[in-house]
């Protein structure tokens, strides 16, 4: 099992910054892929970016260049459990940024071994989420 907590969200105006973290911790659980994903009233999931097991990062188009993710090493604390954290770095912010952003893992059995953008938010597991605000 795992549990993710999210935390960093806030508000903020346009072109400003917000650095996200995620606490993971997961027993008898090897996380695969992880990232992030967000949910604005009204629209639809978006992923914004996977990290594989490998380390190797995949954002999306309308993020590139103004968000950041990464991940610390994944940290063995105890027998057969783990814990790790996740960042989003959100520069440059637009109003159309505002959601509420997710962190969220996959073990390779749920992602049948590919990491996929669009995965995310649809299988594994996720926290509560942390509410974003940007305004005009």
């Known amino acids: 099992q795992v549990r993710l907590v999210e935390s960093g969200g806030g508000s903020v105006q346009t072109g400003g910054s917000v650095r996200l973290s995620c606490s993971v911790s997961?027993?008898?659980?090897?996380?695969?892929?992880m990232g992030w994903f967000r949910q604005a009233p009204g629209k639809e999931r978006e992923g914004i970016a996977i990290?594989?097991?490998?380390?190797?990062?995949?954002?999306?188009?309308?993020?590139?260049?103004r968000f950041t993710a990464s991940a610390d090493s994944v940290q063995k604390t105890a027998v057969d459990t783990i814990e790790t954290t996740l960042y989003l770095q959100m520069d440059r912010l637009k109003p159309e940024d505002t959601a509420m952003y997710y962190c969220?893992?996959?073990?390779?059995?749920?992602?049948?071994?590919?990491?996929?953008?669009?995965?995310?938010?649809?299988?594994?597991?996720w926290g509560q989420g942390t509410q974003v605000t940007v305004s005009s």
């Open positions: 969220t893992t996959m073990t390779q059995g749920e992602s049948g071994g590919y990491c996929y953008r669009d995965s995310l938010g649809v299988i594994g597991s």
């Open positions: 997961a027993y008898t659980y090897t996380p695969y892929c």
């Open positions: 990290i594989d097991h490998n380390g190797h990062v995949w954002p999306v188009d309308s993020v590139k260049g």
